[in-house]
């Protein structure tokens, strides 16, 4: 991967004659979080009641400004997230992601550990902050059993976002046009779709296949609304196809948005089910077949936002669902610090041969640091 950035720097570098500036930034947040939760019968003796998530990541970027309409841009960006009880799909970790953009009046060019296009212009449920509504982290205080990464096993029995996230942050090639008469248009390639925060188990047979997406994006301001859409298509080769659509709406302070998601496969895809050694359990792919949606609406009034939001998912032909609802509040003291208080209810099910269900609400209170 490095050889690709080098070569993409190098290109750019070497075309631009006219005298510019070399641009840097950085930024970042840290968290933390106390909740209490609550489980089924059978949870209460394998999890604690109380949990202490913590997180940060830091934003950095360097780069050169050739004139008003050309800038590249090399950016590296770090994860860390730890004190999680719960060892499930959220469980602690860090990471980080290398990238190279270049940006002028034709659009932006981005090669590295990037999401891929059709997931950077998705739009849907307003998110309160830390309290996204797709990649819950809400499973840090209700474990779900059909969503799990552990060190060595990945099982994802349903999706876990509306938005086409199978192959996470791996290495890819990815374009997004300026905009024209209210639209974007972006472009992605992914020579090996298998990444670490991705869907895709490293076991299974399917694990090193390239990836194609594709991204839509429209805004308008209608005066007494503010309107954003997005449609998304994503085909993974010999694993799945999925498509996407978005919604989202603004107006005085109040926003409402939803989006819906497809994952299915044909008959040139791998079959479902194949338990291929003891890190694929039964079923441990669902999500290449199913679909999932969410709602929600938020009200931003000064230095509060608050906001309840509803998350479902389902794989096909099976019982295997997903329930979540969050009713979040922040409340920013300054650009720097924020404080949040959350009350969630989660329901998990599947087939009973397999995986048990659980369900439960939690509590949760934390502060958050920007930089």
Do not use: C
Request: avoid cysteine; hydrophobic fraction near 30%; charged fraction near 20%.
């Amino acid at each position: 991967m490095k050889k690709y950035l080098l070569l993409f720097s190098m290109v750019f570098v070497t075309s631009q004659a006219a005298a510019g500036e070399v641009i840097y930034d950085y930024s970042g947040f840290a968290n933390g979080f106390y909740g209490y939760s609550n489980y089924s019968d059978k949870y209460r003796q394998k999890y604690k009641h109380h949990h202490t998530p913590v997180s940060a990541e830091i934003y950095t970027s360097a780069g050169y400004q050739f004139d008003n309409d050309n800038i590249l841009k090399l950016g590296a960006d770090f994860q860390i997230a730890g004190g999680k009880e719960i060892e499930d799909y959220n469980h602690g970790t860090w990471g980080e992601n290398l990238y190279a953009s270049y940006f002028s009046e034709y659009g932006e060019l981005s090669v590295g550990q990037i999401y891929n296009a059709a997931y950077q212009l998705a739009v849907g449920a307003p998110a309160v902050g830390a309290f996204r509504v797709n990649n819950s982290p809400i499973t840090d205080f209700i474990a779900n059993p059909n969503w799990q990464r552990h060190s060595r096993i990945t099982s994802y029995r349903t999706l876990n976002s509306t938005f086409l996230n199978t192959d996470a942050d791996a290495f890819k090639f990815s374009y997004i046009s300026p905009e024209f008469y209210h639209s974007k248009i972006a472009v992605s390639y992914t020579p090996d779709s298998y990444s670490k925060a991705g869907l895709i188990n490293k076991h299974s047979k399917y694990d090193n296949r390239s990836s194609y997406s594709a991204g839509l994006y429209n805004d308008f301001d209608l005066d007494f609304v503010e309107i954003e859409t997005s449609l998304g298509y994503a085909y993974n080769r010999k694993n799945n196809q999925e498509i996407s659509a978005g919604l989202s709406l603004y107006r005085k302070g109040w926003t409402l948005g939803g989006s819906y998601r497809k994952s299915f496969t044909t008959g040139n895809d791998y079959e479902l089910n194949l338990q291929s050694s003891d890190f694929t359990p039964y079923y441990f792919d669902g999500y290449r077949r199913s679909q999932a949606f969410n709602a929600g609406i938020s009200y931003e009034i000064g230095p509060l936002t608050t906001g309840i939001s509803y998350f479902y998912s389902m794989a096909d032909k099976t019982d295997n669902k997903d329930k979540i609802l969050t009713f979040a509040n922040r409340f920013a003291f300054n650009k720097y610090l924020a404080l949040y208080l959350t009350a969630a209810y989660a329901e998990y099910s599947g087939n009973k041969d397999y995986v048990s269900g659980n369900r439960g609400y939690a509590f949760i209170s934390g502060i958050e640091l920007n930089f």
